[in-house]
């Protein structure tokens, strides 16, 4: 009996310990010396991201008025030490696609509150900008223009934070030129997994500025960057032709990106059987001569749309229509299909935006979307086309596919953003939405399982493919993903981030406990 009244109590006292390290307590919390707050309540909201898939209820949210917000909070669950489970993710916009922002039980951080520093453009021979970490990239561009300037490099879509894309790469047209975001920022502020706050750049504690540069949020909260501008123009001069097989439009891809190119931007994409062939959901584009192109007919064949854009200032518009002509003579592309059009810069950076709004009127932006981003080596990309174009996506393709080839030499090697192994490798990007509860070819289990067979096929051919925004569910996958960097990331995780506080829902380290 008496055994049996020890073992209960220790039983309890076992359940008692446990619930204390599982359920952190709010009390602390509330306590914290911060200038923003703490919401316990109103948490829904930071248990959903963009790809519309993954769920994790947050413990609390902090909505940070400074980086000391963020410092204070990280350093109190710092000193819990490894018996309180509680994690860190910064939320940006909340743009990614499985839950990479969430903490399940932890504490989200709302970048997009933090008041400091306030952006400030510093104009002179090396223009930049000051902003904080969870500064969109629209309200930059609005703030830059103000001073004739813009960032070098941008993403196809405005709307996410700072923070967000310079914890992956930032990629859009311009980066075969200037290479990505990450590779035109030249400081940072971070606040590491020990709550430090730490300035970071090429010359001032270097290993956690190119560590947190595509580090998937894994060394430490970007709570400033300093980001570079050029002059920017007020037109652009934007242009898409077609092609009709993959080898001729990758050949004048990669062309246009090798020389001095006349454009400032080059992307691409695939049209699989579809009419309205020139409008695809993440830009509208509406050509001087609409006839000539609503002329043109696919006959459910799959073409390729090779895209530029050429920035230009009116006064100048004589000699750039000359450059663009000239440069435009040396494509291959089907002669009857250029189609043109000039708009202002904003509204061309700002593209996918005015799709965005159109589809949340109709209810489908906030859809499931299973997207697929990969990196492929330029020497297996007509391997890949093939493949992927001639036998797994023959009928439709569920949303846009971006196909591009980008400059290697224009990334730094120190960053931890990881890439193939050749000197050209091409983005390509399948940007799927999924109808909720639909078992069709437009349902997410189909798509998923297309998904699968895209990276089936890239291990078969052993295509050397890596993928960008990277989405793993175990640790052997995230090796091989990292491959010979792998060492250098855990080395970095322990150094910044030695109890696994950051950025969980990545889903890479799990908190030591
Ligand atoms: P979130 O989703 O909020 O966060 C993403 C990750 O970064 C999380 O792990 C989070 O914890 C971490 N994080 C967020 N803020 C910080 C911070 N301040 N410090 C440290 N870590 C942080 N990408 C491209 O490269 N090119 C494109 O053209 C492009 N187009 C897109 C278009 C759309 C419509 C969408 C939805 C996404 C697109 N993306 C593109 C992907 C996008 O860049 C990433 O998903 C990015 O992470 C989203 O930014 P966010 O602010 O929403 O980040």
Redesign the pocket.
Known sequence: MRFLRSSIILFLIYIALKINLCVPSIPSLKTLPIAGHFDFKKVHFAAK??GNRYSFLPLAVLHSESASDIATTVKHIWNMGSGSRLTV?????????HG??QARQGVVIN?ESLRSPRMKVHTGNFPYVDVS??E?WINILRETLKHGLAPKS????L??????????????GQAFRHG??ISNVHQLE?VTGKGEVVNCSEKQNSDLFYG?LG???QF????RARILLEPAPKMVKWIRVLYEDFSTFSRDQERLISVKSTYDYIEGFVIINRTGLLNNW?SFFNPKDPVQASQFKSDGRTLFCLELAKYFNPEKMDVVNQEVVSSLSQLNHIPSTLFQSEVPYIEFLDR?HIS?IKLRSKGLWEVP?P?L?LLIPRSRIQSFSQQVFGNILTNTSNGPILIYPLNKSKWDNRTSAVLPEEDVFYLV?F?TSAVPSSKGSDGIEHILSQNRRILDSCDIGGFGAKQ??PHYSTKGEWRSHFDTQWEAFVQRKSTYDPLGI??P??GIFQKAT
Request: avoid cysteine; charge should be negative.
């Open positions: 991201d963009f993710a910064a939320r940006g916009h909340g743009h990614s696609l990479q922002a970048m970490g969870g969109l941008w993403t196809d879509y709307h996410l934070t700072v923070g967000g894309t310079l914890s992956n790469a930032g990629i859009s990505p975001q971070v947190v580090g998937l949020g430490g909260i970007i709570t993440r996918v965005e979307h997207w981003n990007a940007l960008y925004l950051l950025a829902g990545q």
